[in-house]
Each structure stands twice: as structure tokens, then as C-alpha cells.
């Protein structure tokens, strides 16, 4: 059978007409899941896929998904998301559903038997943007949670790395083994407000001190347990909020990420150490509540070895990473085997308007993805093909009842 190749025109014109909806001055993409360009964008994207001979339709949600019209299943689920953050990046979601797109185009004006065994989908509402959201990865949730999900065999999704690790190590693909954990807690200091000019230091109760005093060691703390761990404080309050009153009371956010459970138990553990020698030592009290927790992904070992092994059929520069990003993946891996597929992010920035991945190797990781597909259902076919993606540990994906 003659090599399989994408279009790399028709992607290009087809990513950058989907930045057209919601696009800013400055380039960046105001689509929020439930906008009017949201809206208007999946409906564009239903049209591209009916465009070509293939079915297309949305659920109770709000996914959208698309194949062959007559293909019964079980399919690969091949996609991303395409709502963005305020001010976003083209490429963040976008990229991996139109390669979703090409690639299920191709397969299917090629006559390819895998076309049969594919479906795409951009998913609601991942970024969790919008002000009634519930936090993100809702269309996925929703997906999993459904009957749908038992015609789901497998899950793949293309995306840009959104950090720097790629292009510092000089790597054009990269197959993703998982997604970190991520843990956020409410930190907050309880002192007692007085006058900020009268009261001597030694007699204070500051909880703003306290705060700041915790808040200054949250990164040696994350350095000494995990130096691939990382931490984020971007909230902190102080109360009443006047110049010359001493805080009676400070609250700060914290989140951090990390690729073992161990690892992110263990910090919550020496951060509530953290806090209470600060607060003690500026005569105030301290507590630490979760506010949320999304465990470690780990991902199909045999599906993750597949997209390597393709990976190198298309670029000689290929590792593996883990994703310091949440994504859907995270949500259907704890359901099917699950696999990704990322690209390098130039500077590392996304979620802004300089988002940025030149198009050479946009064009070369959609490429892969399609080998990626080739891959899975060569496996299928084979004589010991049993299942569409093969599961390497029995029962690790648990299906909703």
C-alpha cells in the first residue's frame, strides 16, 4: 500500500481558520467554552467534517466528534479541545483536533481500513475558563461518565508541550507516559489587627509576616523534596488591607505538581510544618485546607511504546515526558489506554498570544499522529491483535457502571 501523508496546506489553512474565531488584536483567541465564537467554532468544525463525506454530531455537553458514517466500532478516540483561556494561544487544543481531523480525512479518502476504527472529537469546556465552569476537563468528564465510553477502545491526543523542556533538549516529538498530579491548598494565618504605628514589634500578632514568612521558604521546600516538583503562589490576601494596620488575618494559594503520589504526599506534610513554625514564630495561628486534587496519570505502557516506536518512524530527535499540564488524557485514562503525543512550544509560552511552534513541525507531529493510528490498528490486525489497544495491566482502566 502506498505511504499515507497528510496535507500540510489544507492543516495549515484549516488551524489557522479556526483562529479566526475569537481572534484579538494582539493575536490572542478569546474562545471560552459557551462563547459565541465557542458556539460558532464547532459548528465551523462539524461543517469541515461533514465537508468531506463524514458524519458528524454534538452531545447533551457539548463535545463534538466525528467518522464514517456507516464504521461501528469500537473506535480509537483521536482529539483535544478548542476553547481557550481569555487572551490564549492558536495552537493550545486547536492543533490536535484539526490533526484529529486530517487525519481521519486521509484515512478515509484513501479507503484506509483504520478510517473504520476512528473517531475525533474536540472536547468542552478543558480549560475550565468560563465563570460557571466546574473546573475544567468537562466535556471529557462528561464522555467518561456516559454509555459512549464503552465504544471507546483507546485515546490519543497531539499537543503542544506548553513548557521548555523540548526544545532545551532538542527534541521535535516527544510520547507522553502520563501527567502529573496537581495539588492546591488555601493557607491561611490568623493573628489580631491592631494599629500599625503604635503596636511595638515585639508585641505583634501579624499574620501578614507570618504569610510572607511561609511564603518565602515554599520554594526551598519544593527544591529539597523533588527537584522535578514544582510550586506555584499566584493569591494572597492580607486583612483588613490597610497601610497601617497589622494584618489579623492572611490567606495565600499554593498548587504544586508532581509525578509521584509519594511526592505530593509528602509535601502537603512539610508544608503544614512550614506553616506552623511561621505562624508560632509571629505568635499566630496557621492552618492548610485542600481546595483540590487531581491525582498522577500514568499512561498505557504498551499504547505509550506504539507512539514511540512510530514517533521514530517520522523524526530522528524523540524522548519521552511527562505533562506538567492537565489535559483530557488525564480524564480518560482512568478508562482506556491512553497515550500522547507532544510538540515543542518555542520559549516554552502558551496560554498567551505568542504561542508559537513553527509550522514545519506542526506539520511533522501531525504526521506522526497518523502513523500513530497506522500503528494501533496494524496491532489490532495482526493474528494476535485480541483487542483495538491492547491493555498491558488487567483491570487498570475501570469502566463507569
Known amino acids: 500500500m502506498t505511504p499515507l501523508h497528510i496535507s500540510s496546506r489544507r492543516f495549515l489553512l484549516d488551524l489557522a481558520e479556526l483562529a479566526t474565531f475569537g481572534r484579538r488584536q494582539d493575536g490572542g483567541i478569546d474562545r471560552v467554552a459557551g462563547s459565541a465564537a465557542d458556539l460558532a467554532s464547532r459548528a465551523w468544525i462539524r ?7 463524514l458524519s458528524s454530531w454534538a452531545d447533551d455537553t457539548g463535545n463534538v466528534f466525528g467518522r464514517r458514517g456507516d464504521s461501528r466500532g469500537p473506535w480509537l478516540l483521536v482529539g483535544s479541545h478548542t476553547d481557550t483561556v481569555p487572551g490564549g494561544g492558536y495552537l493550545d487544543g486547536a492543533y490536535g483536533v484539526i490533526a484529529a481531523l486530517e487525519v481521519l480525512r486521509v484515512l478515509h479518502e484513501a479507503d484506509h481500513p483504520a478510517a473504520d476504527m476512528l473517531e475525533i472529537v474536540s472536547f468542552w469546556d478543558e480549560e475550565g475558563a468560563q465563570a460557571t465552569s466546574t473546573g475544567g476537563l468537562v466535556g471529557s468528564t462528561a464522555l467518561c461518565a456516559g454509555g459512549h465510553i464503552e465504544s471507546i477502545a483507546g485515546y490519543l491526543e497531539l499537543h503542544i508541550e506548553q513548557g521548555p523542556r523540548m526544545e532545551a533538549a532538542e527534541l521535535e516529538l ?3 507516559s502520563g501527567i502529573v498530579g ?3 491548598y488555601s493557607v491561611t494565618m490568623q493573628g489580631v489587627a ?14 501578614g ?9 515554599i520554594i526551598d521546600l519544593v527544591t529539597a523534596l523533588d527537584p522535578d516538583m514544582v510550586a506555584n503562589l499566584g493569591f494572597i490576601e492580607f ?7 497589622i494584618p489579623g488575618r492572611a490567606e495565600f494559594v499554593v498548587e504544586f505538581r508532581a509525578g509521584t503520589e509519594q511526592a505530593l504526599r509528602t509535601v502537603r506534610r512539610r508544608l503544614e510544618q512550614l506553616v506552623q513554625r511561621s505562624a508560632e514564630a509571629e505568635n499566630c495561628s496557621g492552618t492548610v485546607e485542600q481546595i483540590s486534587y487531581k491525582p498522577v496519570a500514568r499512561f498505557d505502557p504498551a499504547l505509550c ?15 519521552r515526558l511527562l505533562s506538567y499540564a492537565g489535559h483530557d488524557a488525564s480524564v480518560l485514562s482512568r478508562y482506556v489506554p491512553t497515550a500522547m503525543v507532544f510538540v515543542p512550544s518555542t520559549g516554552g509560552i502558551s496560554h498567551a498570544p505568542d504561542e508559537y511552534t513553527p509550522e514545519p513541525l506542526l506539520v511533522q507531529g501531525a504526521q506522526a499522529l497518523l502513523q500513530c493510528v497506522l500503528a494501533v490498528h496494524a496491532s489490532a490486525s495482526s493474528p494476535r491483535g485480541a483487542e483495538l489497544v491492547p491493555q498491558t495491566t488487567p483491570g487498570v482502566h475501570s469502566r463507569p457502571r
Open 194 to 207: 491592631n494599629h500599625g504605628g503604635t503596636t511595638p514589634m515585639l508585641g505583634r500578632a501579624d499574620a
Open 47 to 53: 461543517e469541515r467534517i461533514e465537508a468531506c463525506g
Open 182 to 184: 496537581v495539588a492546591r
Open 305 to 319: 511504546h506504539t507512539v514511540e516506536m512510530s514517533l521514530r518512524t517520522v523524526a530522528p530527535a524523540v524522548g
Open 209 to 217: 509576616q507570618a504569610a510572607v514568612k511561609a511564603a518565602a521558604q
Open 174 to 176: 516527544a510520547a507522553v
Open 239 to 245: 486583612e483588613p488591607g490597610a497601610p497601617n494596620v
